[in-house]
């Protein structure tokens, strides 16, 4: 049996819809406002976040990365070929100066320096017996003189003996002629004569031999000598071809160069090393770790700050709670560049006594570049911000509009017009914000010193606040714009 709705239940009916009506537009209302309400408003309206001018010190640094190696690295190579016979030093051994490493195979190099020996020794007996004969050459000659000797007093006395048979021979003829002596006498005395003429030939003849046969001796005693300084030439060749094969022998002995320790071995027992074309290396010898070097990379825009012998602050990962200090040495002219990006190299020197710091390591490094102490400083914050639209009046002392002051000023400033750089930062004055323009010098990330401009100790700067937009980079003089409604849909 169906029942029929009344006109009241009616009436109800309608009336709860149009309840829930009005609330949704009501909710949509509150909603609306909310959303599309202007933003922001008057900077005497804001709220600023405020600090204050201070004295306090200024540490300017430079933040770079770089890797740990030793101040000398020595490469030990071999300059022969061969096979390695022998390893006498691994991985951190420590070597002295002149301690053997490493051995190649040398009985071949040991053969050749034997026979390089016999060959010396050979030499050796030639240029003695080239000495024998230049010593029986010289007492040949010598004999040839003396019997030269004795020919010539031969020569003399038939010489003499001749003028006397001469003598006798005009004596028996002028005897003979007075009829006071004989034939006899006269041909004795002739006989006497030819025989001294003879005898003087005779002499003559012999000389003549003698020293025909002295020149022959001085001839083989000149022959004896060039061939003994052709035996001494050849003593000096075999013996700079042994001093070349003891060198090679000794070259089997790989040697440290220098004191330290080995960080890297590039061969093994049995492997045969070829040096035809280079030196190939075996060994690297690092040369006192006690000292050691950072390279550190160093952005282009930084380098102008390094100095020599700026203190260095850096950690490594091995120890991370731990900080080592350092000393800058040197920046290398050379520039590297990759992708477009140029870096150069800074050079810093480490005491490494307790010899914790090992090489290829990376060091993240402080170079301290500035010290300012006691002097004026603002926070970074300040020189960031920027008001909202509020209209700003940038505020100078009474002083300062004078335009004699003003020109003294300019000229007080001309010798330090190239030292810092220009900034502004805003004072809280009557609510508003005031534009101080101030000259900035050194910088440590957090704080900025201040070297001139009319801001002092204790003055309250904005640091940040003033509703949205107020760390815009924008003119102060300009009125925000109105931000833009999110979408609904």
Known sequence: MSRQVTGLERFFGVRRV???AVGIVAVAGITGFFLWRPVGGNASDAGYRLAAAEQGSITASVRATGTLNPVTTVLVGSQ?????????ADY??????GQIVARLYSEQIKSRRDAALADLAQSKADRDTKKAQIDKAKSMLDRSEAVA????????????????AQRNFERATELVARAAGTQNALDQARTQLDIQKATLVSAQAQIASNKAETEGLRADLALADAGLKS?????LQREAKLKDIEIDLART???SPVDGVVVKRDIELGQTVAASLSAPTLFTIAQDLREIDIYANIDEADVGRLKPDQAVSFTVNAYPNRNFSGRVRLVRLGAQTVQNVVTYTAVIGVKNADMALLPGMTANLQIVTDERDNVLRVPNAALRFRPPGAAVVARLPAAENKPEQQGRRRVAARPAADEGTDGRVYRLVDGNPELVPVRLG???GSYTEVLRGSLKEGDPIIVGGGGRGSTQDADPSKPASRPRPPRMF
């Open 18 to 20: 149009w309840i829930w």
């Open 80 to 88: 022969l070929s061969g096979q390695v016979v022998e390893i006498l």
């Open 92 to 97: 951190n051994t420590p070597v002295k100066e």
């Open 149 to 164: 000797a004795d020919i010539a007093a031969q020569r003399d006395r038939a010489q003499a003996q001749l003028a006397e």
């Open 231 to 235: 035996a001494e030439a050849m003593i």
């Open 253 to 255: 002995d790989i040697r």
């Open 442 to 444: 050194a910088t440590d």
